[in-house]
């Protein structure tokens, strides 16, 4: 079952992109669809049977992959309670994605590569997740990121979709370059990189260190301890990367150039996951590392707290949901960096439905305004699609928390969202204190607000008001069709029910029996059991910053709609630095993009133009075609010129000869 979970998706990859030209659209997207939702079924089955049976892991090998000295590496799938989860959310979104993207692409002309494409996408994602090793680990990783490039400039003969497609690519080797020195520093510490064999040993490494250094870094010798957090923070350089955090962030907005079901697919469940993922499933390793953690925790509140400012101007209907991703990708790796694993893994689940739902409901809007993006030219949308505005109110409520405050009866992102911020609270006192739990507290608190704000926004501009659309926009405007509106509505499902069904076995006080091992928390790690006892204006938090943030988009957007110019206008330089978005794309810009077109230009031109190309072969052929135009030269056609060379090397000849002749 597990091999097939792996290998349906490219199965499909293979049909739709060697014979999609044979079999034509329609039968590649029925192959690539029924392929997927084949592969989502049994991963519930499988999600069922690990998670709430009696084994906790299992190894299967498929195949010997490589060896080169000490390095034995195995192609096996890795099955526990992390593998099936990811595997429901991946093979769930993805699935959706697939039917839906029937209705949505139904107009282009090149739909069996884009539905290979996905399920090329797809199949990456499952050999991450599954991995055994670290090595099988970084093909997913890298695979992912191929197919990502593949996506997002789907539309290759947009300039804009090349250029956003290229910058994802180039950010994310930036990070992808860490977590590789991770995995160098991983082998030469351990001897392997079999996540089973490098666990086992983690502990006794720590316990066993002497007071000689094990490992040289930079020039710098490091011991035991200190080796361990430069590899885990390599490690998560990569998960940086990956998930789009601060500083390597700013890749993801502009990935909204792929077609939307590719948003979805990119920014729910899968690619900016994938970090998330590696730091819990190398939970036993961070673990031992509580400076690694720390960072964490900074970078993750930071994103959560930065992306929710620059959400809060963009006119963009898509770039919103994608900062909110971002933001909420913070909120991850705070729960990631104070320990709270299971925590961070249950918001990743739940989030991948409600911003799967969100981006899908994005793009039937997008759909029904002839492909308008802008929400200052929408308003007005909700009596003409009922379903999405529906689906996307249920998306919204889940976004921003919406529930019963000091209950367990909410939308998912309440439930998923709120354990976050009091696992941060909790994180803060107690047997092992993290410097930065405060800070995530307060940050991700504010974050909340802000969130609720830019949500609401988007909801009001764009279903309610006036219509601002030309009015032949408007008379064309139309209810997706029903290939489309039921994926939204299976969403929604999950959107409503992800966290009330399921809180109890991720995070509740028997979360032991479900995770059965597959994340680490060392003896010392308690937040899992005092996150439930923070007092009870911590647990009301975040439902109060929802509430704020709703009642101040409500009057911006429907009561006063002038009120947003108005302050836009009267603090026009903190609107611009948010529009801006910070400004890190010109900063990076100023910083190594025009310098590396420089060095480029200067190799380019000096180097091979004027030293290589001047002193070789072009060098060369220019001083021969010079000598051959002296010598043509003396071609004339004239006889006295002829005569009068022929005198001049007779006189030459004669006079050689007297010296030579004399010197004997």
């Known amino acids: 079952m597990y091999t097939a979970i792996l290998?349906?998706?490219?199965?499909g990859f293979l049909i739709a992109g060697l014979f999609g030209r044979s079999i034509g659209a329609q039968a590649s997207e029925y192959i690539t669809s029924g392929l997927v939702i084949l592969a989502a079924l049994l991963s519930w089955v499988a999600f069922f049977s690990v998670g709430y049976g009696e084994t906790g892991l299992y190894q299967i090998q498929l195949l010997r992959w490589m060896t080169a000295g000490a390095l034995d590496v195995s192609w096996s799938i890795r099955?526990?309670?992390?593998?099936?989860?990811?595997?429901?959310?991946?093979?769930?979104?993805?699935?959706?994605?697939?039917?839906?993207?029937?209705?949505?692409?139904h107009h282009d002309p090149h739909r069996p590569r884009f539905f290979a494409y996905l399920s090329l996408f797809t199949f990456a994602m499952l050999s991450l997740v599954t991995a055994d090793n670290l090595m099988q680990m970084f093909f997913?990783?890298?695979?992912v990121g191929l197919a990502s490039y593949l996506l997002i400039g789907f539309w290759y003969k947009k300039p804009s979709a090349n250029a956003a497609a290229m910058k994802a690519f180039v950010v994310n080797r930036v990070g992808d370059f860490g977590f590789a020195l991770g995995i160098f520093g991983v082998f030469f510490l351990f001897n392997s990189i079999d996540l089973s064999t490098i666990f086992a040993n983690v502990g006794p490494f720590m316990e066993n260190a002497g007071t000689e250094p094990v490992m040289t870094f930079l020039g710098y010798h490091l011991h035991a301890d200190t080796a361990l957090t430069v590899v885990c923070l390599l490690l998560f350089m990569g998960a940086m990367g990956k998930s789009?955090?601060?500083?390597?962030?700013?890749?993801?907005?502009?990935?909204?150039?792929?077609?939307?079901?590719?948003?979805?697919?990119?920014?729910?469940?899968?690619?900016?996951?994938a970090g998330v993922f590696m730091v819990?499933?190398?939970?036993?390793?961070?673990?031992?590392?509580?400076t690694a953690l720390v960072v964490v925790t900074f970078f993750g509140a930071t994103t959560a707290f930065f992306a929710a400012t620059v959400g809060l101007v963009q006119n963009d209907i898509k770039r919103?949901?994608?900062?909110s991703t971002c933001s909420q990708l913070g909120y991850m790796f705070v729960a990631l960096g104070v320990g709270a694993y299971s925590i961070g893994v249950f918001h990743l689940f739940t989030h991948a439905f409600f911003k799967a739902l969100l981006f899908l409901c994005a793009g039937s809007v997008i759909h029904a305004v002839s492909d308008e993006q802008d929400m200052r030219k929408m308003g007005g949308l909700r009596k003409h699609l009922p379903y999405t505005y529906w689906t996307m109110m249920i998306g919204t409520l889940a976004l921003t928390g919406v529930g019963i405050p000091l209950t367990y009866i909410g939308f998912a992102g309440f439930i998923s969202k709120d354990a976050v911020i009091e696992a941060a609270y909790a994180a803060a006192s107690g047997e092992r204190v993290n410097p930065m739990a405060l800070y995530g507290f307060w940050l991700t608190v504010v974050a909340a607000a802000l969130t609720s704000f830019y949500s609401w926004r988007l909801t009001f501009m764009t279903f309610h008001g006036k219509p601002r659309a030309?009015?032949?926009?408007?008379?064309?405007?139309?209810?997706?069709p029903w290939i489309m509106v039921v994926p939204l509505l299976l969403l929604t499902v999950g959107a409503v029910l992800a966290g009330i069904v399921f809180r109890s076995p991720f995070i509740g006080y028997g979360y032991d029996a479900f995770w059965k091992g597959a994340l680490f928390l060392g003896a010392d790690n308690t937040v899992m059991d005092t996150f439930h006892e923070v007092p009870k204006w911590v647990k009301v938090s975040p439902f109060v910053a929802m509430l704020g943030g709703l009642l101040v988009a409500y009057h911006f957007y429907i009561r006063s709609p002038e009120t947003p110019k108005r302050l836009a206008e009267q603090h026009s330089g903190l609107y611009q630095f948010l529009l801006n978005k910070w400004y890190f794309d010109e900063l990076y810009d100023f910083l190594f993009v025009r310098p590396s077109m420089w060095i480029g230009r200067q190799l380019w031109k000096k180097g091979d133009g004027t030293v290589i190309d001047g002193f070789g072969?072009?060098?060369?052929?220019?001083?021969?075609?010079?000598v051959t135009t002296w010598v043509v030269r003396l071609q004339t056609g004239y006889l006295y010129h002829y005569a009068f060379a022929m005198l001049i090397g007779v006189a030459a000849l004669i006079t050689w000869s007297m010296f030579t002749g004399g010197a004997q």
């Open 320 to 323: 919103v949901i994608a900062y």
């Open 244 to 273: 789009a955090q601060f500083l390597l962030h700013t890749w993801l907005p502009d990935a909204m150039e792929g077609p939307t079901p590719v948003s979805a697919l990119i920014h729910a469940a899968t690619m900016v996951t």
């Open 79 to 105: 099955v526990d309670t992390l593998t099936v989860v990811m595997l429901v959310v991946v093979n769930s979104v993805s699935a959706l994605v697939h039917v839906y993207s029937i209705g949505y692409m």
């Open 140 to 143: 997913g990783w890298e695979a």
């Open 280 to 290: 819990a499933r190398l939970s036993p390793i961070f673990e031992y590392s509580q």
């Open 617 to 626: 072969p072009n060098g060369i052929a220019a001083r021969v075609q010079n």
């Open 470 to 480: 030309p009015a032949d926009v408007m008379k064309h405007v139309h209810e997706s």
């Open 7 to 11: 290998f349906l998706p490219l199965v």
